[in-house]
């Protein structure tokens, strides 16, 4: 199995180490991982693509490249240019620091560069940690991720069906904010919300006078309605979470019909 990861942390991002480990079981002794992620951290950049400027790709080992640009450009770069030719069987992105569950999955740059594998054609995965007070401090932040990564990727690939849509499936991934020995089991929920949170700015003078804006997170231990990716994360699950491309309300389509 030949295997292209990225990120959106960057390329010394220690949860890319993390996923590195997850292909390297995938792929086996006889496979190929393959990296090519970001040169510096592209988090929040969602599905961008460098389309009005070139981006300067470097070799920095073997099967391991860095990319001045956002996930998504990391694997346009990865197949046609560093694989050429060579055919990919998997394609993950992770795995991020903090998770991609709820609102936060519209802004992730990890699920940009899934969703680009997968309207490239390929089987996709986005990758994710839940952070918390149960495991931000702990020795191995990542240590749900890194113990059932590889085995949960397994099982969805053997239950996916074999006919995609024109929008081919990816999945969005994140695992709960606890260690590996707490985690109660793996649900499959569609994407949640939480209930008022919005990004939001704050803004800061420089010794210059002129304002600058960050942008500032929002409470990521907010109730998000049952059976929701957030929801079972915070009660120590795995959220999997099939999604597509596709961003059509489909149960729209038909009350508009007056309109026509």
Partial sequence: MRI?????????????????RIAEELAGPEGEVWTVAPAFEQSGVAHKISYTHPMLISKMGERRYAAEGAPADCVMAGLHDVLQDKPVDLILSGVNRGNNSAENALYSGTLGGAMEGALQGYRAFALSQYLGPNNFNADDPYEAAGAYGADLIRKVIAAEPEEQKDYRLFYNVNFPPCPADRVK??????????????FTT?????????????????????AAAPDTDAAVNLDDYISVTPMRADLTAHEMLEPFKVIE
Wanted: hydrophobic share 30%; aromatic share 4%; glycine share 14%.
């Fill in 4 to 20: 292209l990861i990225t990120n959106d942390d960057g390329i010394n991002a220690p949860g890319l180490k993390v996923l590195e």
């Fill in 202 to 222: 704050e803004p800061h003078s420089s010794p210059s006078g002129k304002t600058f804006l960050w942008i500032k997170g929002t409470n990521q231990r907010v």
């Fill in 185 to 198: 089991g793996v649900r499959v929920v569609p994407q949640g919300m939480r209930p008022g949170t919005k």
